[in-house]
């Protein structure tokens, strides 16, 4: 090596030399000390290990600079050989920043940045300076109001100048009233344009209640996003391809240089293969990446770039490592196409710029197929962070897929993950491992924090969750004056911290988490934060661990275990069986730690349970009043009221034998079992 070294050195002194063999294999990255001449061969993986100078890669056949203008550089470019594609050696730069310093004027192109570090060879932004629109607000007082709790009023706004009016919902939180502070809901389509102020009124229509009126708002206006390409001007300014149509003060806008054509250029070239595309440490503009073509896609690390407990990450730069900068609105940031085969992702981030995080993007890590019925079969997907996705997306969404492993996942804004079927086919969406998933959850729209569903025949089916599912609802207050619209209902169901409806066949969670915010900063649709329907539990059961904060578990059609720590889940209107182990509550008003295998309305099982200072052994009946059967000790029967005879077969002390009357039952025990009742 030291040998290979000194070879660099001396080509470097003496000037336009290939540190590489001539003219056979000509490489696809040298490095020089002026600029190459000739012609040269893409695709080569061999890089060699550098000290400095000026790099040019093999574009079309000649040699270009990379950097835009040959970038003096110090550290080498390796695709590591064989099969894996370094993005750098096919022109990545990796210089995308983000800023929430910059100006422009309506009407012009000049962007100035007072902190920025911008460089030669950066081509394109994204700038907080289109239209105004309003993406959140809260009811004041006034309108006619008649309806129930959770009926809902239509707002429509006063249209602006050559712009779009928006329109809102508002529910009602009480019989004939709306609480002063209601959040109102606004989807992308109807947020408006061209607003000069926010708005302080709207005109008050009947939704599912009844209302009238022109009531009084708070709202808030921001600026659109708009991406454009640009040119370098100074370190603090660049000339836009865009005009701006909104004056912009120390606001939101990224710069960078394009990686999009290079990355996918790496892509193409895996492709051939079934090779590996290597992301070395750097933020990546990109507006969007395809992926066609069986492969991996990994970075050499990714963490978040905040120390402590990771519930919520708000100081920039966000995330470490090998991160896709997302600078296009709207748009999903990575998108397979590939069906019967694996797309495999590890050590990868995706941060939606702040101009759109949260409120204009796609999904993060899309997992879908140009077939209708078939999308991804045996892919890995691990270790993956998603900052800024909004509540209409899904920071990880796998179409159509089945046996894709997934570890390691990390949400940060609205949906965090999906499995959605659209087959119709027999089989066999899902059949698919998901561990260790965290979510946090504070940009509203009709996205869950995880969801299963189907639309197709085919329903997911055997989704197992096996270590540490976490989906925690938080606050938006570190991000306070950031355009974060609040949840809206996109069915009677819908959206929910854990949402899987009817149509799923059977799923496994084990060793869940799932917080809902106490005193939320907004409510989720009926207050419901696991929702689990089943619809033939008898042949399709689903089993559903839960650990949570004062979580509630509501109108599942089949069977639930839970293994519960801290506060229990609160179990309402079930079909079917649960077991738990832990603490055990219903929403009765029994409550208790122990061991318990019941029916879901808890009127019949058997349990060990300690529960207002007594504990309880043997067959559970009734619940709500809490009447339970307990043998002491000393093999006495204590009843609280009246035993339900029919499959009363509960053990009590071991070796008592002989028998016990309660009221006007009479129990025949037999070495601590009970044997016959008679006379109730």
Known sequence: MNAMRKIFALAILLGPVSLFAQPSSP???????????????????????????????????????????????????????????????????????????????????????????????????????????????????????????????????????GGVAATAKVYLTGSNVIAGGTQLIFTPSTMGSKYTSAPTTATFSSGTATCSGSPTLATSIYPLPVMTTATYVSPTAMTLGTAATNTLSNGKAAVGTDDTTAIQAAITAASANNGQVYFPPANYAIQGLTIGFPMTLSGASIQSAEAGNGELISSYP??????????????????????????????????????????????GFNGSATDPNVGLVNASWDNLFVWGVDGNHFSFALVNSNLVMTDN??????????????????????????????????????????SVTSDGANKENLLDFYSRLQVNENGQSNFAGWPIPVPWLKNSTEPQLVYIPSTINSVTIFASDI?????????????????????????????????????????????????????SPTFTDFDGAITAIGSIKSSTGFSGYGIMMGNGTFDDGIATVYAGNTAYTGHLTNTTSAIMEQLD??????????????????????????????????LTISGGIITNVTGC
Request: proline fraction near 4%; include cysteine.
């Open 409 to 450: 996942l990390y949400s940060y804004g609205g949906g965090g993950l999906q499995f959605h079927s659209t087959a119709n086919l027999p089989c066999c969406a899902g059949n698919s491992g998901i561990g260790n998933i965290y979510i946090s959850i504070f940009a509203g729209g009709t996205s869950s924090g995880v």
């Open 515 to 567: 917080e809902p915010l106490s005193g939320s900063l907004f409510t989720f649709p009926y207050n419901v934060h696991f929702r689990l329907f089943n619809a033939t539990p008898a042949s399709t059961p689903s089993y559903m661990p839960v650990v949570g904060s004062a979580a509630s578990v509501t109108n599942p059609v089949g069977d639930f275990m839970t293994a519960t720590q801290g506060n």
């Open 633 to 666: 000790t000393s093999g006495n029967v204590q009843f609280s009221g009246t035993v339900r005879g029919t499959g009363f077969n509960a053990g009590g002390t071991a070796g008592f034998t002989g028998t016990k009357t309660a009221g006007s039952c009479v």
């Open 27 to 161: 490489p696809s990255i040298i490095l020089v000390s002026t600029a190459p001449t000739g012609s040269c061969a893409t695709g080569l993986p061999n890089q060699q290990v550098i000290t400095t100078g000026a790099m040019y890669s093999c574009q079309n056949g000649t040699w270009g600079a990379i950097g835009g203008g040959g970038s003096t550089v110090t550290s080498a470019i390796q695709d590591k050989g064989g099969q894996v594609y370094n993005v750098k050696a096919y022109g990545a730069v990796g210089n995308a920043q983000s800023r929430s310093d910059c100006s422009i004027s309506s009407g012009t192109t000049a962007l100035t940045c007072t902190g920025g570090a911008f460089t030669s060879g950066m081509n394109l932004a994204v700038v907080a300076m289109g239209d105004n629109a309003i993406s959140n607000g809260t009811y004041t007082s006034g309108g006619s109001i008649t309806g129930s709790s959770g009926q809902s009023c239509n707002l429509t706004f006063a249209t602006p100048s």
């Open 318 to 363: 966000y995330l470490l490592g090998s991160v896709l900068w997302m600078f296009k609105p709207n748009t999903d940031a990575v998108k397979t196409t590939v069906s019967q085969k694996g797309v495999n992702f590890s050590n990868l981030g995706i941060v939606f710029d702040p101009t759109i995080a949260f409120w204009q993007t796609g999904n």
